[in-house]
């Protein structure tokens, strides 16, 4: 056991866990100098900067975890949101694909995929991606909208109703938004009075 790197380690998360970032994100770094194989630093370094919204650093140490851990479908998702969220949704597919590869239960990871699908035009592999999402989560009503407006925009009317009328169900003021959004006042009897 190296006694250095633990005590930059344990100093790290200790600040990180108090919500000092700067002082958490040095700490982390010179844990990671010292063993390059740290591979929690390193994800914890990920973190850090992607909450600070540094998407081109976090996606560097995501990377750098992923090459000390490559089977981890967590960091995969992980590399996708900073990846779509720094505007580069085809890199952002590319690791979406992997973390659903090794975790193919793993929801959010189709449901990056579809918005970033969505992102370049492609929106039937939008609707692919999303369908996924929604089959693992059914109840989520924002999964479900993203769906019917990825519909929307492959030209397929016939699904946008559905999604409007399965919406109804559970989250009615989100149809009704979907049918708005989506230029369908035909499906508006659909949805039940609502009082707000």
């Known amino acids: 056991m190296d006694f250095e790197h633990w005590r ?15 002082t958490a994100f040095a700490a982390y770094s010179a844990a990671f100098r010292i063993n390059p194989q740290d591979v929690q630093s390193a994800r914890h370094l990920a973190a850090i900067a992607a909450n600070q ?7 560097k140490w995501f990377e750098v975890a992923l090459a000390l851990a490559p089977d981890d479908g967590a960091n995969w998702f992980n590399l996708g949101f900073v990846r779509e969220r720094a505007g580069k949704p085809t890199e952002a597919i590319a690791a979406f694909a992997e973390a659903t590869r090794l975790v193919p239960s793993q929801d959010r990871a189709w449901y990056g ?23 693992l989560q059914p109840m989520n ?6 769906l019917g407006m990825a519909y929307h925009h ?3 009317p016939d699904d946008v109703k559905r999604v409007v009328a399965r919406l109804v ?28």
Do not use: C, S, T
Not at 8 to 22: C, P, Q
Not at 115 to 129: I, M, S, V
């Open 113 to 135: 995929m579809g918005l970033a699908y969505a992102r370049l035009g492609q929106h039937d592999e939008a609707a692919k991606a999303l369908e996924k999402a929604a089959e």
């Open 154 to 156: 492959a030209n397929r």
């Open 8 to 22: 930059h380690y344990a100093r790290g998360w200790v600040f990180h866990f108090l919500g000092r970032e700067e």
């Open 53 to 59: 919204q540094n998407f081109p650093l976090a996606e």
């Open 169 to 196: 169900n559970f989250e009615p003021k989100r149809a009704k938004k979907l049918a708005h959004d989506a230029e369908r006042a035909d499906l508006m009897h659909l949805i039940p009075e609502l009082p707000f």
């Open 141 to 146: 009503g924002e999964g479900w909208y993203q």
